[in-house]
């Protein structure tokens, strides 16, 4: 398993050719209290930087999307509990796993010593 990070604070889990994303404990600290989150549909094709559904657009955060696939899972917990994004930021509020299209685009992404430098 691997973990990396965008420069728009999400973290992407991998586990062979499916990443499990979701938004960095730094990226919720920013928006304040969660109250509500938007998830992608099952199956749904998404290229690199589209967009996806997300949580208090409201509030800015951008739309998750880092790499190219299709979502394979949500996390229904989320969407019933929104508040775990500030809870549990890097555990329990995942939002959605993707099996990656193109394993080529990870390469821009950081671990986590650069993620921990970009924030500090």
Known sequence: MTVLFTTDHEWLRIEGD??????TDYAQS?????VFVELPKVGRTSRKRRP?????PSRGL??????SGEV???NEA???EPALVNSDAAGKAWFFKMKIADKSELG???DE???AKHTA
Do not use: H, K, W
Request: hydrophobic share 55%; glycine share 8%; net charge neutral.
């Open 108 to 110: 821009g992404l950081m």
């Open 72 to 74: 394979l899972e949500v």
């Open 62 to 67: 951008r739309r998750l999307c880092a790499i």
């Open 78 to 80: 989320l969407a019933a």
């Open 52 to 56: 996806q559904p997300s949580s208090n």
């Open 30 to 34: 920013q928006l304040g209290d969660v």
């Open 18 to 23: 499916v990443a499990t994303i979701g938004v």
């Open 113 to 115: 010593a650069a993620y």
